[in-house]
């Protein structure tokens, strides 16, 4: 069974601080995603990762891709509150145009 | 360049009434995939059509659950005698071709009660 894991699944963090989700992935693929959601709202995509060793940068998160250990970071760099969110990774299967999400991590950003 | 338009947003249906989901897909795309999301978790594939076909059905429940792609039209995920379990927000995403990035629609939140 195709398996995606990210950990943590809650994130409770002061802003200016630093943190890493993680995305475990149990099938072999090379296109990776993150999206951001908030709460009653759609996915708002935030990186695309088509390569092993891919890093992609955008204000204060940074995402990367290890295919071989088939595993997606997104780090938090100095968290502000604008940052709490849901935050899910999604891979796509070799062979298949579906996507696969994790479980989800819900992020809260306090003073 | 209007992104990917679902309607209705928010739809009330009693125990066993139908429900019908529509999804019309961003300009130029031709390939519409259909996911569920239950309160708390993560989205699940259920659907992946082009026009006239169903491409993967896999996550489909095998019951009650049907989806078309018209050659004109939008997309339709119909749900029948819905039970209470169907509570759950239900998105759309496009792409012009396989293998191409799929983007979101906005969702349709479906409360059974």
């Known amino acids: 069974e195709l398996k995606v894991e990210q950990n943590p699944l809650f994130l409770s963090m002061q802003e200016g601080k630093n943190y890493t989700i993680y995305c475990n992935y149990s099938?072999?693929?090379?296109?990776l995603y993150w999206y951001r959601q908030d709460p009653g709202k759609s996915l708002e995509s935030l990186f695309v990762?088509?390569?092993?060793?891919a890093v992609k940068q955008e204000g204060r998160l940074m995402a990367s891709l290890d295919t071989k250990a088939r595993l997606s970071t997104l780090h938090i760099t100095a968290a502000v509150h604008d940052l709490s969110a849901t935050y899910f990774c999604?891979?796509?299967?070799?062979?298949?145009?579906?996507?696969?999400f994790g479980t989800g991590t819900r992020l809260q950003v306090f003073p | 360049n209007a992104g990917v338009m679902q309607n209705p947003r928010h739809l009330v249906r009693r125990r066993g009434q139908e429900a019908r989901l529509r999804c019309s897909p961003m300009k130029g795309h031709s390939h519409v995939y259909w996911y569920r999301q239950l309160p708390e978790e993560g989205l699940k594939f259920m659907v992946y059509l082009q026009k006239e076909n169903i491409i993967d059905e896999s996550g489909m429940p095998k019951e009650r659950f049907s989806a078309e792609f018209p050659k004109e039209g939008p997309s339709i995920l119909r749900i029948q005698q819905v039970v209470r379990g169907d509570s759950a927000a239900y998105f759309c995403a496009s792409s012009p071709q396989e293998g191409y990035e799929q983007y979101f629609g906005p969702g349709t939140r479906l409360t059974v009660t």
């Open positions: 999604a891979v796509e299967p070799y062979n298949t145009d579906k996507l696969i």
């Open positions: 099938t072999t693929s090379d296109r």
């Open positions: 990762l088509l390569s092993n060793g």
